[in-house]
């Protein structure tokens, strides 16, 4: 049995992007994304050996996901085919964050994943498992799965990633306090995750929340300031990651998932935490200068380099930068 580096989970997407706003007769790219296709280009970019679970359409765009897999190198042996149609989402991006994205997942293959989809023995060798609220909130099927993964886990890293067109606050802050109990690192963003799940105003008081739930290790994304990290792994106090600024702005969609998932691949591979941390800002800020979801991601020599012109974390002395 092969023992992977990272084990991704969640609902690849075909993406249809544009420099232009959604209307009829815009010029778009077809490509594959989604989070679960965004951290396990990361994670594999980021050196680690890594699978994905998911389901896709048992058709021409389910082929199209699996091959793009491949070729981003990540295995696809526990990719299963059928139970629905392919997942879309259209997507208009310009360099100065502003987005527009509409879904066409209602009933898709990924929605079915359950935890008969989770294959014996393998979420419990790997190094880490990576997943996000997106797969909790599709159905209460893909919920169960992503509940079973982080129960399963050696080091289950989770991404809220909330979504309100997906799911309530409630949904979201129920499925935050499971995933909790089982989770090594979790990673909320400042401030609307922070304010919305945590009733939190500030990343300390964020990461002292989760804390107080169980969560060994906390990393506060707050956007281009930096990140707050704390928890096991971190040197007597909390630590204040600067961003690594971003040489070229495209589209910042992925930017998160590819941050995630660079910090699990380098933990699983070795690396101390606020060495992880460090490389996957820098992996994030270099992801951004491409289109789409997983356009800009770069290999690890790269991503090394970049993080080596970042300023080095230090003694968090307040709740922002």
């Known amino acids: 049995m092969t023992t992977y580096d990272v084990i991704v989970l969640g609902e690849p997407l075909i993406e249809f992007s544009s420099t232009d706003p959604i209307s009829a007769g815009a010029m778009c790219r077809l490509d594959v994304s989604g989070d679960v296709v965004n951290a396990a280009a990361a994670a594999a970019a980021a050196g680690a050996r890594t699978a994905v679970i998911a389901r896709v359409s048992d058709d021409e ?3 199209a996901v699996a091959a793009r897999f491949v070729e981003l190198g990540v295995d696809i042996r526990f990719l299963q085919r059928g139970g ?4 879309v989402y259209v997507q208009h991006a310009d360099p100065s964050g502003e987005r527009q994205f509409l879904y066409a997942r209602s009933c ?3 929605s079915t994943l359950s935890p008969d989809d989770l294959p014996a023995d393998v979420l419990e060798s790997a190094g880490a498992v990576v997943a996000s609220g997106i797969t909790g909130a599709l159905s209460s099927s893909c919920r169960d799965t992503l509940v079973e993964a ?4 050696t080091r289950f890293v989770y991404d ?9 606050v409630d949904d979201a802050r129920a499925l935050l306090h499971e995933i909790a109990r089982h989770a090594a690192l979790i990673t909320p963003s400042f401030p609307t995750e922070t304010r919305a799940l945590l009733d939190s105003e500030d990343a300390v008081s964020a990461a002292t929340t989760l804390h107080e739930l169980g969560v060994p290790t906390v990393a506060v994304t707050c956007g281009a300031s930096g990140v707050h990290i704390s928890g096991d792994g971190v040197p007597e106090e909390p630590l204040w990651q600067p961003s690594v600024p971003a040489p070229t702005v495209v589209d ?3 930017a998160g998932d590819v941050f995630v998932a660079t910090v699990a691949a380098r933990l699983a591979l070795g690396d101390d935490l606020p060495a992880a941390i460090r490389l996957g800002a820098a992996a994030s800020s270099l992801a951004v200068g491409g289109a789409g979801g997983c356009g800009g991601i770069q290999g690890f020599d790269t991503v090394a380099a970049h993080a080596r012109t970042a300023p080095a974390a ?3 002395t307040g709740a922002l930068r």
């Open 108 to 110: 898709s293959a990924g």
């Open 252 to 254: 910042q969609t992925g």
């Open 84 to 87: 629905g149609s392919q997942g």
């Open 61 to 63: 765009l389910g082929e």
């Open 314 to 316: 230090v003694a968090a």
């Open 160 to 168: 809220p990633n909330y979504r309100p067109r997906l799911t309530g």
């Open 150 to 153: 982080a129960r399963r886990a």
